[in-house]
């Protein structure tokens, strides 16, 4: 290990802009092994294109540690001409969202996803930043479903898409044949039921087993290593 030349301290070893923050973001101590070990502070978490301080988390999982991620679009279908079948909706979906990003949800911000109905609860902090983000008015941050209707999102696990699809009322009499997620507010957090396509009849029997790629296990096993899987 290489040490500093007596006499001089870590901080004047930094360039001088960034000397005077360097001791202030990482405490140093040595250990009874004679190693160097750095004590840094809590790392931020970013959702959407907003960066805030990040609270450690019980089981101390950080924003590095994500696989999961649902980024949800600053366009509509009709802006993204997405039309109503899958394949043409998931090309366009596929090649177009990295730039349209609007807010990203990670596991770090569900409290709950029930698999066998493919709901997913946010926590109440995330579900506020997302709403005061994406509401436009007082009658959507009363109603977020308003907020998000016919918005595009991309599911992404470990940085390869999965499925993609609209937010959408469960009144709406659109024929969707690709997913599709209902938001509803619920003591102040925002429920999100996912669904391969918008049924009137609610029969799904068809897009089994994976429901154009909801119900892919590898998503059910992170939710469950992040012990937020409610089975």
Do not use: C
């Amino acid at each position: 290990m290489h040490l500093p030349p007596k006499g001089r301290d870590l901080a004047s070893l930094a360039h001088p802009v960034v000397a005077g923050s360097l001791l202030s973001v990482a405490a140093l101590s040595i250990g009874l092994s004679g190693k160097v070990v750095a004590k840094t502070s809590a790392p931020s978490l970013t959702v959407g294109s907003e960066t805030t301080a990040a609270a450690q988390p019980s089981d101390e999982r950080t924003s590095m540690d994500t696989h999961f991620e649902l980024h949800i679009l600053d366009e509509s279908s009709v802006q993204l001409r997405l039309g109503y079948d899958f394949q043409p909706a998931w090309t366009v979906l596929k090649r177009a969202y990295r730039s349209r990003i609007a807010f990203t949800i990670t596991e770090r911000e569900v409290e709950t996803y029930e698999w066998s109905r493919q709901v997913i609860t946010l926590r109440p902090g995330p579900s506020e930043e997302l709403v005061a983000k994406l509401a436009r008015n007082d009658e959507e941050r009363r109603h977020p479903e308003a907020a998000l209707d016919l918005r595009g999102f991309v599911v992404v696990l470990d940085g390869h898409p999965v499925y993609g699809g609209i937010f959408m009322q469960p009144l709406s009499a659109m024929g969707i044949d690709f997913p599709v997620t209902y938001a509803r507010l619920a003591d102040s957090r925002l429920v999100l039921s996912l669904r391969p396509g918008h049924e009137v009849s609610g029969d799904y029997a068809s897009y089994e087993p994976l429901w154009h790629g909801i119900k892919d296990p590898r998503i059910r096993d992170v939710f469950a290593e992040a012990g937020r899987l409610v089975p």
